[in-house]
T-cell receptor, first 113, second 113 residues
Framework: SQKIEQNSEALNIQEGKTATLTCNYT??????LQWYRQDPGRGPVFLLL?????KEKRKERLKVTFDTTLKQSLFHITASQPADSATYLC????????????FGAGTQVVVTP | EAQVTQNPRYLITVTGKKLTVTCSQN?????MSWYRQDPGLGLRQIYY???????DKGDVPEGYKVSRKEKRNFPLILESPSPNQTSLYFC????????????FGNGTRLTVT
């Protein structure tokens, strides 16, 4: 069966350090992968999309990599700030079935001053 | 302001009493979707709609109905709610092309007693 796995343990990190989150998937052949941020009690907010032919994508202090051989995406927050504290979700569509975007359970990041 | 609006934000009801959660978007988006979010399970898709009068089941459609009579509205109907439908519900919309990012509403917290 298809599965998207993110580390369920919260990532505690000191301000200024780089946070690295992992998204592993099985039984998908995604053309792209998306990352979202979710704050408590709020809806997810889109951050970045990376396509299968892109190895890396950057947006300000965020960097995403996509390795279709390892079936893994890494999400990096560089120079982390307390305002980066949130839950981060990865998402992808099942093969040949866009519109059914499926999400990992998310990883909580806590950045302490 | 571009947004997805859900109502109500909080709802407490009793088993078997029909309810509707409304969702409206002002971005002229083709695609709309409903998700439920439960601790440890992440976001799971209930139903989605590619366009007016076109709806399809997601991963957990049982016990729910939707309709898409107008482009901007996509209500979620629980004909006979049960306690296992207690959850946080999110409506989302997008342009309707593959890889289009989702715009989420702020959620409806439903409790069924």
């Amino acid at each position: 069966s298809q599965k998207i796995e993110q580390n369920s343990e919260a990532l505690n990190i000191q301000e200024g350090k780089t946070a690295t989150l992992t998204c592993n998937y099985t039984n998908y052949s995604p053309a792209y992968l998306q990352w979202y941020r979710q704050d408590p009690g709020r809806g997810p907010v889109f951050l970045l999309l990376i396509r299968e032919n892109e190895k890396e994508k950057r947006k300000e202090r965020l960097k995403v990599t996509f390795d279709t051989t390892l079936k893994q995406s890494l999400f990096h927050i560089t120079a982390s700030q307390p305002a980066d504290s949130a839950t981060y979700l990865c998402a992808l569509d099942p093969t040949d079935s866009w519109g059914k975007l499926q999400f990992g359970a998310g990883t909580q990041v806590v950045v302490t001053p | 302001e571009a947004q997805v609006t859900q109502n109500p934000r909080y709802l407490i009801t009793v088993t078997g009493k029909k309810l509707t959660v409304t969702c409206s978007q002002n971005m002229n988006h083709e695609y709309m979707s409903w998700y439920r979010q439960d601790p440890g399970l992440g976001l799971r898709q209930i139903y989605y709609s590619m366009n007016v009068e076109v709806t399809d089941k997601g991963d957990v459609p049982e016990g729910y109905k939707v309709s898409r009579k107008e482009k901007r509205n996509f209500p979620l109907i629980l004909e006979s709610p049960s306690p296992n439908q207690t959850s946080l519900y999110f409506c989302a919309s997008s342009l309707g092309r593959a890889a289009s990012p989702l715009h989420f509403g702020n959620g409806t917290r439903l409790t069924v007693t």
